[in-house]
């Protein structure tokens, strides 16, 4: 959904059968396009913000696999990908790990500091990041990057800041929509996901 406060446009995306047909304004296009380095906050974004707890009393997440998919296909095709998140816990980790994300920041309360020396680390600039946020802390960075992107049910006023709104709630797909916008901004969805249909897909971790 294209934020239409910012874009001046109205949501014109169309999901079907698993197939994203998306028509972006030009400007929305090229910094999709422009996209080098795609970084999520967690908790929100890759989860729906819901906090569990096991019997012993441990921090329980839940994670979706499509998110997985979209994210091991961005490095796929020499997207980086970055988790800057808040909090920490073992789930957390253990998903990172699961995906091979190398660029991974928990417990990060100044998030703009923690990018901007990644940006210094990788050599890129602000326009060449998108970030996909919920949350008001979110808001130093989306302010500040070429491409901001918030879930469906993010805080409103998060929203009013973002350029692209998903269509997915938080925790039910939005970085696979994400990966889907970056990649089809340059190549046809179809081509992309050959790569995702590989035997040695599953079993290896992305690049990132």
Known sequence: MINPEKSGYNCLSNYCSGEIMVHLPNAIKEKARAVKLVVFDVDG???DGTLSYSANGEEVKHFNV??????????????????????????????????GVGHFYPGCKDKWAQLSTLLD???????????????????????????????????????DHADLITEAKGGKGVAREVADIILGS??????????????EFENQKSEI
């Open 66 to 99: 499509k998110d997985g998919v979209g994210i091991k296909l961005l490095g796929e095709y020499d997207v980086v990908t970055a988790i800057i998140s808040a909090k920490d816990s073992a789930p957390l980790k253990k998903r990172a790990a699961d995906l």
């Open 186 to 199: 340059r190549m046809p969805l179809d081509e992309a996901y050959i790569k995702a249909m590989l035997p």
């Open 121 to 159: 680390e990788l050599w890129f600039t602000p326009e060449e990041v998108c970030y996909v946020g919920d949350d008001v802390i979110d808001l130093k960075v989306m302010k500040r990057v070429g491409l901001s992107v918030a879930p469906k049910d993010a805080f409103w006023l998060v929203k």
């Open 45 to 47: 974004v890759l989860t």
